[in-house]
Nanobody
Framework: QLQLVESGGGLMEAGGSLTLSCAVSGRTSILYAMAWFHRSPGKDREFVAGITESGENTWYADSVKGRFTISRDNAKNTVHLQMNSLKPDDTGVYYC????????????????WGQGTQVTVSS
């Protein structure tokens, strides 16, 4: 079992930056691939970025390529999402998710989810 807790959300002006963090606890002796998802108001949850267990490989949604960076620190059991050049469309709740997978993208089946952290980007 894993518990995922997101933090770092907040209010930011367009063009600004935020860094989200996901703290992983529980059975952390087993590494999982990790991902971030985004739910805009009134829309379904969408894949944002994913990273393999080792951190060697990453995947990004087209909408965030070049602006967001996913990273992980396995020694500290944390995953981060650096969000730059924020846009109003980035507003929503961001969720951290974990999976036992080689490919970490929108089609992956995720086993664990956090409760989410709110990001609001003003224009």
């Amino acid at each position: 079992q894993l518990q995922l807790v997101e933090s770092g959300g907040g209010l930011m002006e367009a063009g600004g930056s935020l860094t989200l963090s996901c703290a992983v606890s529980g059975r952390t002796s087993i590494l999982y691939a990790m991902a971030w998802f985004h739910r805009s108001p009134g829309k379904d949850r969408e894949f944002v970025a994913g990273i393999t267990e080792s951190g060697e490989n990453t995947w990004y949604a087209d909408s965030v390529k070049g602006r967001f960076t996913i990273s992980r620190d396995n020694a500290k059991n944390t995953v981060h999402l650096q969000m730059n050049s924020l846009k109003p469309d980035d507003t929503g709740v961001y969720y951290c998710a974990a999976a036992k997978a080689v490919v970490v993208d929108a089609r992956t089946r995720y086993d664990y989810w956090g409760q989410g952290t709110q990001v609001t980007v003003s224009s």
